[in-house]
């Protein structure tokens, strides 16, 4: 019997035909996630049902163990279900809702600050002045899933910034 040369990307759904020469891929060329085993679960689909009795005679499979230890981290996986309509309540109450450049969820907006500290402006030579002043405004993102934290220029900084750049690109 020969191998097949398709597979499903359990990741972006896409099919992949690798080339029999060549091999399997690695990783999807089209999201560039790793392919194989990890994260994955297989299930064989038409066995034959085992005895009950087997059954009990198996150790806890690592999925038991991942989901005890997530339990112990995070209670009970019910709660999930509260924390993921909590964190659609706060998204549906934002204006602007950034993807997350890592696992692409939704961020929520954690709050505003102004960055000062450790701020060295660089003057380019044909603006004559900082693209940014010494003090300036940023909202701070979060990420519910893999909880990456992000910082966004303020409104009011971003249009400064523009409003120079138009100022200097019409001379």
């Known amino acids: 019997m020969s191998q097949s040369n398709e597979q499903v990307c359990p990741w972006c ?5 690798w080339d029999p020469e060549i091999g399997p891929e690695d990783s999807c060329p089209h999201c560039f996630n790793e392919l194989g085993d990890y994260r994955s679960i297989k299930l064989n689909l ?5 005895d009950s009795s087997d059954e009990e005679d198996e150790e806890p499979d690592d999925l038991d163990e991942e989901l005890g230890d997530f339990e112990d981290d995070y209670g009970d996986i019910d709660g999930m279900d509260d924390y993921e309509e909590g964190v659609q309540r706060v998204l549906d109450t934002q204006e602007d809702t950034p993807e997350c450049p890592t696992c692409h969820s939704f961020m929520l ?7 000062s500290d450790n701020y ?3 003057v380019p030579q ?3 002045q900082p693209l940014l002043k010494p ?4 909202r701070v993102f979060v990420c519910p899933s893999c909880f990456k934290v992000e910082h966004v220029l303020s409104e009011a900084d971003r249009m400064a ?3 120079l750049l138009k100022e200097h690109g019409s001379k």
């Open 161 to 163: 910034m523009v409003e």
């Open 109 to 115: 907006l954690a709050g505003a600050g102004t960055l």
């Open 120 to 122: 060295t402006p660089v």
């Open 46 to 50: 038409g066995e034959d049902e085992r």
């Open 13 to 17: 759904q896409t099919e992949i035909v």
């Open 135 to 138: 003090k300036f405004g940023t």
């Open 126 to 128: 044909s603006l004559n």
